[in-house]
């Protein structure tokens, strides 16, 4: 299934049945998630696309997406960065390695923070590694 990776994990946030999830990129580089809000980045063809819950939302309720120009991503002792967007819209993605505990114990090989203009998320992004022993 081409970008299962986006339905995964909208499912694994408890998205509601009626709730119709999307593949906002082609050809996905990246992709990272969070919660409280819930939060969905994708990184791929020729964007970076954010879709974000309400403050305290949750991926069943209302959200929003929000797509920037995709920049090649630099890496710095290790942890990508990709920036995007002009004075009033930014966006900054940053992936630092070392196991992350996602929601649903799912682990993810990155650390992830997205900033926007002001406001911070925080999440897990990149493959995921497995999920937490019982």
Not at 14 to 21: D, I, K, L, R, V
Not at 68 to 79: A, D, I, K, Q
Not at 105 to 127: A, F, I, K, M
Request: aromatic content about 6%.
């Amino acid at each position: 299934m081409r970008n299962a990776a986006p339905l995964a994990a909208l499912l694994l946030l408890g998205a509601c049945a009626s709730y119709q999830p999307h593949a906002p990129v082609s050809d996905v580089q990246y992709n990272a998630l969070g919660h409280d809000p819930f939060w969905l980045l994708s990184i791929g063809d020729d964007r970076i696309v954010l879709t974000l819950g309400d403050e305290g939302g949750r991926a069943d309720g209302g959200v929003i997406t929000v797509a920037y120009p995709r920049s090649l991503p630099r890496t710095v002792n290790g942890v990508r960065h990709w920036q995007s967007g002009d004075s009033t819209g930014t966006i900054s993605v940053e992936a630092r390695p070392g196991t992350c505990q996602g929601a649903g114990d799912r682990t993810y090989e990155h650390h992830v923070r997205v900033r926007l203009s002001g406001r911070e998320l925080t999440g897990c992004g990149g493959r995921e590694i497995g999920e937490k022993a019982a």
